[in-house]
């Protein structure tokens, strides 16, 4: 079952782009308004789930405002690598960062961030919300979610569990499940979900927490085992895996969302406008289509709502993050 680490990044790169580009352009003729390409700045690798929604809206909304957009990823630090460079960036509504839920742990996990994650930012909306699945290698003898943790309050402290990187999505969702679980295992950080995903297949992390867009195509091959889904509700992909509350473990869920953000100075016309843009675009039955294909589900929202959601998350955060005894690896 083991993959070597450049072979499952073409392999995972070919499936992720069969999915998402079926139709449409981002690097349309320029008109928005003037000719200079948008960024989106992606602060994970290639791959991951926010990668995933990031280049689905560039594809799409590239062709409804008639511009180029460029993804660039910026890997590193839980994210705050690249949402760092947006923070910095001129705000004239060409620079933006797709950044995941861990944006509102960050604050409570990193002591000197080098920004302030409300007053350097402007919520544009939210983009989707996509359920993490835990999975492991299907040599790894887990037969379910209740043997897994049997297995690790057997041996505290000798189980391994991978994320995309401190502070992630995925990062989160496993400490809130071992919090939950009241199971003690150490946290491996990578610099993004294709390389947790490798070393779970490989076997040297005992499982993670992935987002199911990613996960998915190697659930289907028999490359990665689903034991449950970190929401609440299953996943209309994976209609036969239970959540972890379903598995036997209360107060175990976790949300997973992709959002759009500006720097705080952009003038808020060009904010609403940006809003608007996407809001059409993701409502369209195509890109409807394509996300629920992928697991994942359109959440959309005000700039307002959305900087009010950032500030309450922002709170819980630092209450699991407290609870947890999480640190930065």
């Known amino acids: 079952m083991r993959l070597k680490h450049t072979t499952f990044i073409r392999y995972l790169t070919i499936v992720l782009a069969v999915s998402i580009l079926g139709s449409g352009s981002a690097f349309a003729q320029v008109a928005w308004p003037k000719a200079q390409t948008i960024k989106f700045i992606v602060p994970f690798t290639p791959g991951s789930g926010t990668d995933v929604i990031a280049r689905l809206l560039a594809n799409r909304l590239a062709d409804a405002l008639e511009t180029s957009i460029f993804v660039e990823n910026k890997p590193g630090a839980g994210g705050t690598i690249g949402a760092a460079l947006v923070a910095k960036a001129e705000p004239n509504g060409y620079t933006f960062l797709i950044q995941s839920s861990g944006h509102v742990v960050n604050p409570a996990l990193y002591s000197n961030l080098p920004y302030d994650t409300l007053k350097d930012f402007a919520g544009v909306t939210t983009l989707a919300e996509l359920p993490n699945v835990m999975?492991?290698?299907?040599?790894?003898?887990?037969?379910?979610?209740?043997?897994?943790?049997?297995?690790?309050?057997?041996?505290?402290?000798?189980?391994?569990?991978?994320?995309?990187?401190?502070?992630?999505?995925?990062?989160?969702?496993?400490?809130?499940?071992?919090?939950?679980?009241?199971?003690?295992?150490?946290?491996i950080p990578y610099k993004g979900t294709p390389d947790a995903i490798t070393d779970t297949i490989a076997g040297r992390v005992d499982w993670f927490f992935s987002p199911v867009v990613s996960a998915l195509p190697l659930i289907k091959d028999g490359k990665l085992q689903a034991l449950a889904v970190g929401t609440d509700k299953r996943s209309p992909v994976l209609p036969n895996v239970p959540t972890t509350i379903e598995a036997g473990v209360p107060n175990s869920a976790y949300i997973f969302w992709v959002g759009m953000f500006a720097p705080s100075k952009t003038p808020r016309k060009i904010i609403d406008q940006m809003n608007a843009s996407i809001i059409k675009v993701m409502k369209d039955p195509q890109v409807v289509a394509q996300l629920n294909k992928l697991g994942a589900e359109p959440i959309l929202m005000s700039p307002q709502k959305f900087d009010q959601m950032v500030k309450t998350e922002m709170d819980a955060s630092a209450i699991l993050v407290k609870e947890s005894k999480m640190t930065v690896n």
């Open 135 to 187: 999975v492991t290698s299907p040599d790894s003898g887990y037969t379910s979610v209740k043997d897994l943790i049997t297995k690790a309050q057997a041996a505290p402290g000798m189980k391994n569990y991978a994320s995309a990187g401190n502070g992630s999505a995925t990062h989160m969702n496993a400490e809130k499940f071992k919090l939950a679980a009241k199971i003690n295992a150490n946290h």
